[in-house]
């Protein structure tokens, strides 16, 4: 084999993989970081999370127990987190709210759904829009 080919194909795999080992090990990091805030706030509050949902920087968790929702936001920032504690006991109806739109794909119309949330509305009148 030929020497400088070798070397060229090393560097070429290096370009490809190097990249992506880099990403996927500061998005755990993150991740891991985010499981930690959660878990202290969870502690905080006292609460006993029975059923628990997460995506990218999203969570959501429901205490049967104490009958408590908890929705977190993690930004992208390090400092920001937004958190929502509902009282389960307090709601009065609750709704998902699609935002669809209509789009041609192929030829066809298709309706896409861009945003999805859930409209809660408490018994004093307030609502919350939690998004999903």
Same mark, same amino acid.
């Given at each position: 084999m030929d020497i400088p080919f070798i070397i060229t194909c090393l560097i070429l795999l290096s370009f490809t @993989?190097?990249?992506v080992y880099i990403l996927n090990n500061m998005g755990r990091k993150k991740g891991k970081s985010n499981i930690a805030k959660t878990k *202290? *706030? #969870?502690k905080e509050r006292g609460l006993v999370i029975? +059923? !628990?949902e997460s995506w990218g920087d999203y969570y959501i968790g429901i205490d049967t127990t104490n009958k408590k929702l908890l929705f977190i936001n993690h930004k992208t920032e390090v400092t920001a987190m !937004?958190? +929502?504690l509902v009282d389960l006991t307090q709601i009065s109806t609750c709704n998902i709210v699609e935002n669809r %739109?209509? %789009?041609k794909i192929n030829g066809r119309n298709e309706s896409v759904l861009e945003k999805l949330d859930l409209e809660i509305q408490f018994k004093d009148g307030k609502n919350l829009l #939690?998004? @999903?």
């Open positions: @993989f190097v990249p *202290l *706030l #969870i029975n +059923q !628990t !937004t958190e +929502q %739109k209509a %789009k #939690i998004p @999903f």
